[in-house]
């Protein structure tokens, strides 16, 4: 019996992918703009966050284990994100970022870091960032397996380098390619 019924809660699970815009807060209630502006399927839920201040994938479901899955850094789901620095950033940093930062909360795990051009594929943002003529910026791919609140702009900051915008491309084998920022799939 306990074998069909969870058959049954894997035939009914739903997961959506959701490209979450710079500015939208990641629950379904409260005052400020929220999932609820974007989604209107029932009975899902964020498996994850993504700060107000953070744009990209985010995946919603019914399934509570697989939340539990994507959201607990036990599980080691591996996060993809796309940052915008401020700064040119060093090859110093980047090993620093990839061999753990030290954070008031602790060490963070290993990243895996690299940098890389502006994305091609980049919508505008709105608002954009602030532009400073006389500093450059940097482009950066990091690969996460934990998820503190807000780890990869302290992270960053604490380098030097302050995140200026930051995508989330990637939560496991899912990713925000071909859905636009406030759609979903």
């Known amino acids: 019996m306990l074998l069909l019924k969870e058959l049954n809660m894997f035939m009914d699970r739903q997961i959506v992918l959701f490209n979450k815009p710079f500015g939208i807060l ?109 500093i450059p910026t940097s482009w950066l791919e990091v690969k996460l397996t934990e998820g503190r609140n807000r780890q990869l702009r302290r992270m960053s900051a604490k380098l030097g380098f302050p995140v200026l915008r930051l995508i989330r491309t990637h939560i496991g084998e899912w990713s925000i390619e071909n859905i636009y920022p406030g759609k979903h799939k």
Do not use: H, M
Not at 65 to 85: C, D, G, H, M, R
Not at 88 to 110: F, M, N, R
Not at 123 to 134: E, G, L, Q
């Open 26 to 134: 990641c629950q379904f209630s409260g005052e400020n703009k929220n999932l609820s502006d974007y989604i209107e399927i029932k009975n899902i839920y964020p498996a994850g966050r993504l700060d107000k201040d953070s744009e990209g994938l985010v995946v919603l479901t019914n399934d509570g284990k697989l939340q539990n899955q994507i959201s607990n850094p036990k599980f080691n789901k591996e996060k993809t994100y796309v940052a915008q620095v401020e700064g040119q950033i060093t090859s110093s940093a980047i090993d620093k970022l990839c061999s753990g930062v030290y954070l008031k909360d602790g060490l963070t795990k290993k990243a895996r870091a690299r940098e890389i051009p502006e994305p091609e594929w980049l919508w505008p943002r709105k608002p954009p960032i602030r532009f400073r003529k006389n």
